[in-house]
């Protein structure tokens, strides 16, 4: 997926992008940054929910900009919240039919991806009566269930226990990617070697590093928090 030169503002709040530019392969990439960076709007303008003055952006195996649809980018939200009265199949099921899938394709898809998040035996319980962990993952089934070309998952351990997070990051670590992009958005360095394939870390509204995990990792002299001094050098303790 290829994002060139967007310029983007809220109004009379500021620019937030001022001819941005990114390359995202498949695979996993994590994208990092600090809180106000701009990752959560970029990612909105990837779904196609915002619309930039200026710029383009690329599917892949797309000759040019086209409007993203719901089947070909999925996008996870920080909060993922219970519809009301539904069941979690049948909530990751209306995710599938709103993008387009028949009724029979999105409960048979609802099947497969609650398996893959490990919430088979969660599917026939209220959405409102689950966890926060387990609404994420839920979360994360909405996005699966069309098979999107970019899944784009935005501070997807943002507010759960430790135990919580060690749980979502092995469900994410089990999803494969194949030809997809799937980009996960945090200001987390945990896992960065074992979960992705690349890492891009912005702030400010641009683009300061890309890279490999091993090119991040060896921004910083070896030693303890070897990934989080890497991420300091390059944001600064003040903005992380």
């Not at 695979?27 to 915002?50: C, D, E």
């Not at 952006?57 to 996870?76: F, N, T, Y």
């Not at 069309?146 to 226990?161: R, S, W």
């Not at 891009?200 to 509204?205: F, S």
């Amino acid at each position: 997926m290829t994002i060139e030169g967007v310029y983007f503002s809220y109004g009379r709040h500021g620019e937030i992008f001022h001819g941005f530019d990114c390359e995202l392969h498949s695979g996993k990439t994590v994208l990092l940054g600090p809180n106000g960076a701009g990752k959560s709007t970029l990612f909105r303008i990837m779904a196609g929910i915002l619309k930039p003055s200026a710029g383009r952006v690329i599917l892949p195996d797309s000759p040019g900009p086209v409007s993203p649809s719901r089947s070909q980018v999925a996008l996870m939200p920080q909060d993922v919240p219970p519809i009301p009265g539904l069941r979690v199949d049948e909530q990751v099921a209306y995710s599938g039919w709103l993008a387009g899938l028949s009724r029979r394709d999105a409960q048979s898809r609802a099947v497969e991806v609650l398996a893959a998040v490990n919430l088979s035996d969660k599917a026939s319980s209220r959405a409102s009566r689950l966890s926060g962990g387990q609404l994420r993952r839920v979360g994360l089934a909405q996005a699966l269930v069309v098979n999107p070309q970019v899944l784009l998952l935005d501070e997807p351990t943002a507010g759960l226990d430790p135990a919580q997070r060690h749980s979502f990051r092995e469900v994410l670590k089990s999803v494969p990617s194949g030809d997809q992009v799937v980009v996960v958005s945090t200001h987390l360095v945990d896992d960065i070697e074992d979960l992705y394939d690349r890492v891009v870390v912005m702030n400010e509204g641009c683009v300061i590093f890309a890279g490999t995990p091993d090119e991040f990792i060896n921004l910083s002299e070896p030693g303890p928090n070897r990934a989080e001094r890497s991420y300091l050098g390059l944001v600064g303790s003040e903005r992380a």
